[in-house]
């Protein structure tokens, strides 16, 4: 082989490993690359029904698994709760009643998502299909009866499960390598009880691979 041969293959193959070089980081940060993303989030939720009248704490965690650049699949667990306490002085027979009232929803739901990008920040959007399971628990406990023994505590417990339509809002802008923070709405929505539904308001961090 002489030296122009020579030459030449070395000028193909340096060629050939400088767009090597030169692709790998280009992919490791084009948004068309599949990735998955973890995301924890807090907040709060502010039930449909009427007699909810509060907010309750709230929180959530995600899969998310992003296909191309505007398109994306998440699973999320979501749960709020909320715990009144109500006490009534010299009712009947007690000196003193107290009521305590807890409830809580957990939501495992589905969605498919729309995502832009707006400069440093991913705005997405879309929703899907869930199953929503409601709880209620009321204790009530009544203290210096006399006699003692007319003293007696009540509990109920009312469980609801149902499939529920939602759909979701958000917005995420990197702070860290392969770290973003998030801010999200979500409207939840039972499908045999609308008004059974709610809506949150969260934020927290996404975590990119």
């Keep these: 082989m002489d030296s122009r041969a020579l030459a030449h293959r070395g000028l193909a193959v340096a060629s050939a ?5 030169a692709a790998t980081p280009a992919a490791a940060q084009d ?5 998955l993303t973890l ?3 807090a907040g709060i939720a502010a039930p449909f029904n009427g007699d909810f009248d509060f907010t309750a704490t709230s929180w959530q965690t995600d899969v998310r698994f992003e296909t191309t650049r505007h398109l994306g699949f998440n699973l999320f667990l979501e749960e709020w709760r909320h715990t009144s306490t109500e006490e009534f002085g010299a009712a009947g027979r ?3 009643i107290t009521v305590r009232t807890r409830h809580r929803t957990r939501v495992v739901g589905w969605n ?7 400069g440093r920040a991913t705005l997405s959007g879309g929703g899907g299909v869930s199953y929503l399971l409601y709880s209620r628990e009321f204790h009530q406990a009544m203290t210096g009866c006399g006699p003692a023994s007319a003293c007696n505590d009540f509990t109920q417990k009312f469980d609801n ?3 529920a339509a939602q759909a979701q809002a958000g917005v995420e802008v990197p702070v860290a390598p392969h770290v973003a923070a998030m801010g999200q709405f979500r409207w939840i929505v039972p499908t045999l009880d609308p008004g059974g539904g709610h809506q949150t308001f969260m934020g927290g961090i996404r975590f990119v691979y």
């Design 161 to 163: 499960g149902s499939f």
């Design 112 to 118: 498919a998502l729309g995502r832009a990008n707006v």
């Design 39 to 41: 995301g924890a989030a």
């Design 31 to 35: 948004p068309l690359v599949p990735h």
């Design 17 to 21: 490993a400088a767009l090597i070089l």
């Design 94 to 96: 007690a000196d003193r």
